[in-house]
């Protein structure tokens, strides 16, 4: 089926390590985010890419670092995590015309 | 700078009843406008959108919403509730310098009793 695969689906981390999370899309998209989402606050962009080799910060980027090698692919990166981040991430592709198509979710705690 | 405002955190309905979601946006321009649900564990799934036009927009699922520039509102509608529509609801507009970025509101969490 076609869509928006993240691993892993849980983590859980302890200060100051580190981790990637991975979002592949099968859609043939160009632009690809990376979003937040932490509970009264809605969804919150962190990163976001317009094709491949191209990443651009979005409205929470502090702390994270994001790569798109491949098109299919698009890496989001904690250096060193904080229990600020602890959160639930979610990929999407897509345009505004088309739709986004949302990933199921990485919920990631940090202790 | 643009934002949503979901003044509703949480609403209770009977199934059968009908719903209204609120949703106010800060936006220069004529927005482009989103609902989105998302389900316990899921993703987020796009209910409608408005670009420009007929300001009366109908979605899947039942859903319509009405945009009123007047009032900068974006309200969500359905006539008749099913147990399946509980789930969050979450209104969106686009971002500012294009590339089709989102700025969410914070949601309203939907209960229905049977």
């Known amino acids: 089926n076609a869509g928006v695969t993240q691993t892993p689906k849980f983590r859980v981390l302890k200060t100051g390590q580190s981790m990637t999370l991975l979002c592949a899309q099968d859609m043939n998209h160009e632009y690809m985010y990376w979003y937040r989402q932490d509970p009264g606050m809605g969804l919150r962009l962190i990163h976001y890419s317009v094709g491949e080799g191209t990443t651009a910060k979005g409205e929470v980027p502090d702390g994270y670092n994001v790569s798109r090698l491949k098109k299919q692919n698009f890496l989001l990166g904690l250096e060193s995590a904080a229990p600020s981040q602890t959160s639930v991430y979610f990929c999407?592709?897509?345009?505004?015309?088309?739709?986004?198509?949302f990933g199921s979710g990485t919920r990631l705690t940090v202790v | 700078a643009q934002s949503v405002t979901q003044p509703d955190i949480h609403i209770t309905v009977s199934e059968g009843a009908s719903l209204e979601l609120r949703c106010n946006y800060s936006y220069g321009a004529t927005p482009y406008l989103f609902w989105y649900v998302q389900s316990p564990g899921q993703g987020l799934q796009l209910l409608l959108k408005?670009?420009?036009?007929?300001?009366l927009v109908q979605g899947i699922k039942g859903f319509e919403a009405e945009f009123k520039r007047s009032q900068s509102s974006f309200n969500l509608r359905k006539p008749s509730v099913h147990w399946s529509d509980a789930a969050e609801y979450f209104c969106a507009v686009e971002g500012s310098g294009g590339y089709n970025k989102l700025i969410f509101g914070a949601g309203t969490r939907l209960a229905v009793h049977p």
């Open positions: 999407a592709t897509g345009t505004n015309n088309y739709g986004y198509t």
């Open positions: 408005y670009f420009s036009g007929d300001t």
